[in-house]
T-cell receptor, first 113, second 114 residues
Framework: RKEVEQDPGPFNVPEGATVAFNCTYS??????FFWYRQDCRKEPKLLMS???SGNEDGRFTAQLNRASQYISLLIRDSKLSDSATYLC??????????????FGGGTRLMVKP | GAGVSQSPSNKVTEKGKDVELRCDPI?????LYWYRQSLGQGLEFLIY????????KSGLPSDRFSAERTGGSVSTLTIQRTQQEDSAVYLC????????????FGSGTQLSVL
């Protein structure tokens, strides 16, 4: 089993739709969680951190479920510009400092007019 | 500079040749990471530098790969005797130095080994 797993997609949704992605992680001791966004042929950029109580940033909502070991990203009112790959990142505090962050393979989102 | 700078942006080389990839991190960032991303795959950790500490080389796939960071700033990733399976995007990232915090990525070097 991969340490961080994501459905690769693609998720094809119309503009204005609500879409949600899940990401599961295997290490129950994982300490912090992030969503990064990566546009085609570009570098990843931090979208948002994921807090235990859940957090919202505009149209984006991130949630953490420690019992089931997954995090989620909800995007409301999808825009064409939301089309990208969304990377789930988990901080496994038990490893060497450099290797603490484990990246999922990403979920590709395509928003259509 | 304002962001993490990597060069070259593209590198095409022949199998067996050595290549050097450069990363110039954000000024003041003490932590520097190298990752590799193959098509459709997640990021694979290669090596990590933090200040003057010994680098974490646990992700380097073979002894053909090495990296150094001079003066706590610019880093060079060297791949000797390149193989076709080395073809990937090599991404550099830097941060203020707290493990697991936000990373700022460069735009990467697309390496193609023919």
């Amino acid at each position: 089993r991969k340490e961080v797993e994501q459905d690769p997609g693609p998720f094809n949704v119309p503009e204005g739709a609500t879409v949600a992605f899940n990401c599961t992680y295997s290490n129950s001791a994982s300490q912090s969680f992030f969503w990064y966004r990566q546009d085609c042929r570009k570098e990843p950029k931090l979208l948002m951190s994921v807090y235990s109580s859940g957090n919202e940033d505009g149209r984006f909502t991130a949630q953490l479920n420690r019992a089931s070991q997954y995090i989620s990203l909800l995007i409301r009112d999808s825009k064409l510009s939301d089309s990208a790959t969304y990377l789930c990142v988990v901080n496994d505090g038990s490893r060497n400092a450099g290797n603490m962050l484990t990246f999922g393979g990403g979920t590709r989102l395509m928003v259509k007019p | 500079g304002a962001g993490v700078s990597q060069s070259p942006s593209n590198k095409v080389t022949e199998k067996g040749k050595d290549v050097e990839l450069r990363c110039d991190p954000i000024s003041g960032h003490t932590a520097l990471y190298w990752y590799r991303q193959s098509l459709g795959q997640g990021l694979e950790f290669l090596i990590y530098f933090q200040g003057n500490s010994a680098p974490d080389k646990s992700g380097l796939p073979s002894d053909r790969f090495s990296a150094e960071r001079t003066g706590g700033s610019v880093s060079t990733l060297t791949i000797q005797r390149t193989q076709q399976e080395d073809s990937a995007v090599y991404l550099c990232a830097s941060s203020w130095g707290t493990p697991g915090e936000k990373l700022f990525f460069g735009s990467g070097t697309q390496l193609s080994v023919l």
